[in-house]
């Protein structure tokens, strides 16, 4: 395992613009001449897969655009060539990095768990040649707001709610409240013996 400043996309595996093609050349091959074949539209891959518990995040700008830089705990895995990498800091594709940022402002303190697997879709009418895709490898269940927008576009199917809980939130859930004891019966006084 390799321990980076920050895990990103280029740090997890050195995924450039040049190096991303050339996966994707990978995955169509060659043509029966040899030559490279054409990589069609849609052809996807995956280049990594990122999980952490995430619980504080930034947001921040440069000449490249915004991004929010997630502290906790990443392990990452470059799946071309198996390699894991582990860091305190992690810099995800903004429209993701955003929303566990918002997460874990919304998560009162609490780390927020994710785990995502990240890749490329050959989209020929990209600058680069492709764009970003990004799959959750965790169950999440919507949660009461995401459902309620749901409904407003009619797109929602009846939900039941379900407790928060690691496995449907996608976050960490509460600690579990202390048990309560039972009350103890009030003694009852003794009776005063009357004098005569």
Known sequence: MQIVKKLTIKTCG???IK???EVLQEKVGKTPEGKDAP???GTSVELLKIAGECTNAKSA???KGTYTKLSGN???TDMTTGEVYQSGACILPDYVGSQIGAAVINNEGRAVEFAFVIGAKAKENSVTGYEFTVSP???IAPTEAQQ???GLIGAAPKLEALP???ANTGMLAPPAAAPVAAPVPAATPAKASAKK
Request: no cysteine.
């Open 164 to 166: 928060a809980t690691a």
């Open 137 to 139: 490898l965790m169950d």
């Open 14 to 16: 050195d995924f450039t």
């Open 61 to 63: 700008a440069t000449d």
């Open 74 to 76: 990443f392990v990452g």
């Open 19 to 21: 190096r991303i093609n």
């Open 148 to 150: 309620r927008l749901l």
């Open 39 to 41: 990589i069609p539209d």
